[in-house]
């Protein structure tokens, strides 16, 4: 049934099989990177001017303009820095009061 498959040498097989397996390495990291550049865009998408945010050095501000590239950041009053958007890394969670009870 495979009389055709018995001329092939063993090192055809052999680099087949290594084609193959770097086919799949290939297609899995592209779709994982474009996982990730989806989830960088749609977040890049979601800034907007007002907005808490963090940058990736951990400095905590509020967007107040936003360019193509840039960000201007208030991180203090009346101190503005200028920042890339990329390197925005997440928005601020607002911080939960916890009310303090007694018993007595």
């Known amino acids: ?22 086919a799949y390495y290939v297609f899995r990291n592209i779709r994982s990177y474009n996982k990730n550049r989806d989830a960088i ?5 979601k800034l907007e001017v007002g907005s808490r945010i963090i ?5 905590h501000g509020t967007i107040k ?6 960000a201007i950041i208030e991180i ?6 200028t ?13 939960v009061k916890e009310e303090v009870t007694t018993t007595e």
């Open 76 to 81: 203090a009053p009346k101190v503005i820095i």
């Open 55 to 59: 940058l990736s050095s951990g400095i």
């Open 1 to 22: 049934m495979l009389e055709f498959l018995q001329g092939i040498d063993t090192w055809i097989w052999t680099l087949i099989i290594f084609v193959a397996f770097l």
């Open 41 to 45: 865009l749609g977040f890049q998408n």
């Open 83 to 95: 920042a890339e958007r990329f390197s925005i890394s997440a928005f601020e969670k607002a911080e």
């Open 65 to 70: 303009d936003l360019n193509k590239k840039t």
